[in-house]
C-alpha cells in the first residue's frame, strides 16, 4: 500500500509562505502526487497534482525532487483561511494522517 | 469544474432505523463512486467503490450488508446505512471523477450522521 508521511500538524501566521513536506519512498513508477485541502465538516478539494520537478496553479505550488521519494506543498502568503487540513496522497483513494495547518494572526 | 453534490448534508435519527445518502454528479457523468467514512479528528477511510450497474466493491471490514450502495445511474450513487447504531455516526463523504479532469477527484460536501 503506497505509504505517505506527513508532519500531523503545522503552526504559520499570516502572509508567511508554509511549506509541508510529504515523504513517500515507496513511490511507484505511475503514481502521481496528488494535494487535498479539508475544512471542518466539508469533503477535502483538490489543490494540485504532479509528477515530477514543479507544478503550479493559482493557489500553491508542488515541488518534487527527481528521485520523487518525496514533495513539498508549498502555499505562498498565507490567510486564516487557510487553515486546514492537508492530505498527501499517491493513490488517489488512500488518505494518510494529513497535516494540520494553523494559521494565526 | 466537477461538481459533487451530497444529500443530506446532516443527519440525526433512532438506533434501529436505516438512513440514507445521496451522492450527485451535477455536470458530469460517473461510473464509478467513492464512499469514505470520516471519525472526528482522522483521516478519510475509503468503504466501498460504487460502479454503476454492478454491484459495489467493498474494503476489508466494511459489512456490505450494512452500507447498501446503489449506483443506479451515471449520475447518482446511494449509501444506506441500514440498522444504525450509535457507533456508526461518523461523517460520510462520496467522490468521483469527471473524464475530462486531469486535476483529482472531486468530493461532496459530506453528510454528518449522528445516531441516537
Known amino acids: 500500500l503506497a505509504k505517505t508521511t506527513q508532519p500531523i500538524s503545522m503552526d504559520s501566521y499570516e502572509g508567511q509562505e508554509v511549506n509541508i513536506t510529504c515523504s513517500h519512498n515507496n513511490i511507484a513508477t505511475n503514481d502521481y502526487i496528488t494535494w487535498y485541502q479539508q475544512f471542518p465538516s466539508q469533503g477535502p478539494r483538490f489543490i494540485i497534482q504532479g509528477y515530477k520537478t514543479k507544478v503550479t496553479n493559482e493557489v500553491a505550488s508542488l515541488f518534487i525532487p527527481a528521485d520523487r521519494k518525496s514533495s513539498t506543498l508549498s502555499l505562498p502568503r498565507v490567510s486564516l483561511s487557510d487553515t486546514a487540513v492537508y492530505y498527501c496522497l499517491l493513490r488517489e483513494l488512500v488518505f494518510g494522517t494529513g497535516t494540520r495547518l494553523l494559521v494565526s494572526p | 469544474g466537477a461538481v459533487v453534490s451530497q444529500h443530506p448534508s446532516w443527519v440525526i435519527c433512532k438506533s434501529g432505523t436505516s438512513v440514507k445518502i445521496e451522492c450527485r454528479s451535477l455536470d458530469f457523468q460517473a461510473t464509478t463512486m467513492f464512499w469514505y467514512r470520516q471519525f472526528p479528528k482522522q483521516s478519510l477511510m475509503l468503504m466501498a467503490t460504487?460502479?454503476?450497474?454492478?454491484?459495489?466493491?467493498?474494503e476489508q471490514g466494511v459489512e456490505k450488508d450494512k452500507f447498501l450502495i446503489n449506483h443506479a445511474s451515471l449520475t447518482l450513487s446511494t449509501l444506506t446505512v441500514t440498522s444504525a447504531h450509535p457507533e456508526d455516526s461518523s461523517f460520510y463523504i462520496c467522490?468521483?471523477?469527471?473524464?475530462?479532469?486531469?486535476?483529482?477527484?472531486?468530493f461532496g460536501s459530506g453528510t454528518r450522521l449522528t445516531v441516537v
Open positions: 467522490s468521483a471523477r469527471a473524464d475530462r479532469a486531469n486535476y483529482g477527484y472531486t
Open positions: 460504487s460502479n454503476e450497474g454492478s454491484k459495489a466493491t467493498y
